[in-house]
């Protein structure tokens, strides 16, 4: 078990460029969440995946943002035009079925955008 | 809806020091309490949790006792370490499933 791996870990992008992250969960976790957070602020959710499936998506995911998780397994999370105010850090979390409540989830490193 | 408030940092002691960290939470049912730490430059870890009434979660020499009478989740620890400074979250999760709920965190600086 490697835990939650996410690439890239750092990324500097021009606004009006698309960005795409990447998140392995581990790999006998169905769910698998992605946040973002603000410097002086907690992780805020974006979206979450049950396998392959979308089954919530916060008011924060504009239509600039797509996330997919194929055959369940790694998600990426597309970012559109870009603009400053996306500049953050995205986290992935991972969890199975039967340990959401009792034991959290396990989160990824993150990777960091700044959007210049 | 669900939150979380915590205390505001950032919190300064100095090593051997007795910590506290407050949190209180709003939420429908019966959630599951958190608290994860976040070192510099890395992701959160899960640092302790309780998931019903009178429950204690402990690690590392932390503690936090889940007070559904004052919907509150102290973060407590006797003696604190430089290596603990870090920001610690407060979260609840109201149902398997369901996104976690963070709050905002508080610093945690502990000097020598």
């Known amino acids: 078990d490697t835990g939650v791996s996410q690439n890239p870990r750092h990324k500097i992008t021009k606004r009006g460029q698309n960005v795409t992250f990447r998140c392995d969960p581990i790999?006998?976790?169905?769910?698998l969440y992605w946040y973002r957070q603000t410097l002086g602020q907690g992780p805020e959710f974006l979206t979450y995946f049950q396998n392959e499936a979308q089954l919530e998506k916060s008011r924060l995911l504009s239509d600039r943002f797509s996330a997919e998780r194929p055959k369940g397994s790694f998600s990426t999370l597309e970012i559109q035009r870009t603009e400053q105010g996306d500049s953050a850090m995205y986290l992935c979390?991972?969890?199975?079925?039967?340990?959401?409540?009792?034991?959290?989830?396990?989160f990824g490193s993150g990777t960091r955008l700044t959007v210049v | 809806g669900d939150s979380v408030t915590q205390m505001e940092g950032p919190v300064t002691l100095s090593e051997e020091a007795f910590l506290t960290i407050n949190c209180t939470y709003t939420a429908t049912g019966y959630p599951s309490l958190f608290w994860y730490v976040q070192y510099p430059g890395e992701g959160l870890q899960l640092l302790l949790k309780a998931t019903k009434a009178d429950d204690k979660g402990s690690n590392k020499g932390f503690e936090a006792t889940y007070r559904k009478e004052t919907t509150s989740f102290h973060l407590e620890k006797g003696s604190v370490q430089v290596s603990d400074s870090a920001v610690y979250f407060c979260a609840l999760s109201v149902k398997a499933g369901t996104a976690l709920i963070f709050g905002k965190g508080t610093t945690l600086s502990v000097s020598s």
């Open positions: 790999s006998e976790h169905n769910r």
């Open positions: 979390a991972s969890s199975s079925q039967r340990s959401d409540r009792g034991n959290g989830y396990t």
